[in-house]
């Protein structure tokens, strides 16, 4: 079992940037892939990031692509998303995912992972 803890959310001007954070605890030897997804109020929750442990390929959902990017520590087993530009409609509360098993193969629906945060809520004003 992976335990996930988000931090960094917060209230930020349209423009700015956050950075969040992941650290990961438990079986992280496990795990094949981390990112983030976000879920805005009254709408479904959706990927936005996602990096393989092993490797480090990086994944965007087009909406960030260019102002998103996602990093990871290996030796803290921690995993990082470097927002800029943000806009409003970034808005969200932002989860920290885990993937701990090589199924099923995808890596943008919520389904692929089995580990998720508590989430931490990021708000751009206009």
């Known amino acids: 079992q992976v335990q996930l803890v988000e931090s960094g959310g917060g209230l930020v001007q349209a423009g700015a940037s956050l950075r969040l954070s992941c650290a990961a605890s438990?079986?992280?030897?496990?795990?094949?892939?981390m990112g983030w997804f976000r879920q805005a109020p009254g709408k479904e929750r959706e990927f936005v990031a996602v990096?393989?442990?092993?490797?480090?390929?990086?994944y965007y959902a087009d909406s960030v692509k260019g102002r998103f990017t996602i990093s990871r520590d290996n030796a803290e087993n921690t995993v990082y998303l470097q927002m800029n530009s943000l806009k409003p409609e970034d808005s969200a509360v932002y989860y920290c995912?885990?993937?701990?098993?090589?199924?099923?193969?995808?890596?943008?629906?919520?389904?692929?992972?089995?580990?998720w945060g508590q989430g931490t809520q990021v708000t751009v004003s206009s």
């Open positions: 995912v885990a993937k701990t098993s090589p199924l099923p193969i995808g890596i943008r629906k919520a389904a692929d992972y089995d580990c």
């Open positions: 438990g079986r992280t030897f496990s795990n094949y892939a």
């Open positions: 990096i393989r442990w092993s490797g480090g390929s990086t």
